[in-house]
């Protein structure tokens, strides 16, 4: 149950000596749904984490989609790989109420970020020498879209590990 404290204002930021929610609460609000988990109180963490939410939400179910049946194709197993390291730097820093998951979240956006770099051009190419691209131009969009934003992603990452390791 979250205290009446926290029912109060939901928008803003706990001191650091006020009780922080348990239970399932608690969890959705480490998970990065809310701003009154004490590692919070940096919004530009806290909105990475929605970020990244965001992207796999988006991006694990229309990547997994396209390659069905054939998981086991090499070119999903390498967007897996890309999907394990963003979730498992995401969960290793929200579970460990620190930022401890950056480097690997920076490894995960960089790694997805690189193959869809090659995948964008691959595209790219074969619409150059006149293929036709078995989704059309929405396979082009998704792709760069997805190439722009682990990107984007890396970038934040990499700026808020920097900043964090300047403070101490």
Same mark, same amino acid.
């Given at each position: 149950? !979250?205290?009446?404290?926290?029912?109060?204002?939901?928008?803003?930021?706990?001191?650091?000596?006020?009780? %922080?929610?348990?239970?399932?609460? $608690?969890?959705? !609000?480490?998970? *990065?749904?809310?701003? #009154?988990?004490?590692?919070?109180?940096?919004?530009?963490?806290?909105?990475?984490?929605?970020?990244? !939410? *965001?992207?796999?939400?988006?991006? /694990?179910?229309?990547?997994?989609?396209?390659?069905?049946?054939?998981?086991?194709?090499?070119?999903?197993?390498?967007?897996?790989?890309?999907? %394990? #390291? !963003?979730?498992?730097?995401?969960?290793?820093?929200?579970?460990?109420?620190?930022?401890?998951?950056?480097?690997? #979240?920076? $490894?995960?956006? $960089?790694?997805?970020?690189?193959?869809?770099?090659?995948?964008?051009?691959?595209?790219?190419?074969? /619409?150059?020498?006149?293929?036709?691209?078995?989704?059309?131009?929405?396979? #082009?969009?998704?792709?760069?879209? %997805?190439?722009?934003?682990?990107?984007?992603?890396? *970038?934040?990452?990499? %700026?808020?590990?920097?900043?964090?390791?300047?403070?101490?």
């Amino acid at each position: 149950m !979250i205290p009446v404290s926290y029912r109060q204002d939901l928008t803003r930021t706990p001191r650091i000596d006020e009780p %922080v929610p348990s239970g399932l609460d $608690a969890n959705l !609000i480490a998970w *990065g749904f809310g701003r #009154l988990s004490r590692m919070n109180h940096n919004r530009k963490e806290a909105a990475l984490a929605r970020f990244t !939410i *965001g992207f796999l939400a988006i991006y /694990v179910p229309v990547e997994t989609w396209y390659s069905f049946p054939e998981l086991w194709d090499p070119f999903y197993l390498v967007d897996f790989i890309g999907i %394990v #390291l !963003i979730a498992s730097g995401l969960v290793r820093g929200r579970r460990d109420h620190s930022w401890r998951g950056l480097p690997v #979240l920076i $490894a995960g956006y $960089a790694w997805t970020g690189a193959n869809f770099w090659r995948a964008l051009f691959d595209r790219v190419l074969e /619409v150059a020498d006149g293929s036709e691209l078995e989704y059309g131009s929405l396979e #082009l969009c998704f792709t760069a879209c %997805v190439m722009i934003a682990a990107l984007a992603g890396l *970038g934040w990452s990499v %700026v808020l590990l920097n900043k964090q390791r300047a403070s101490g």
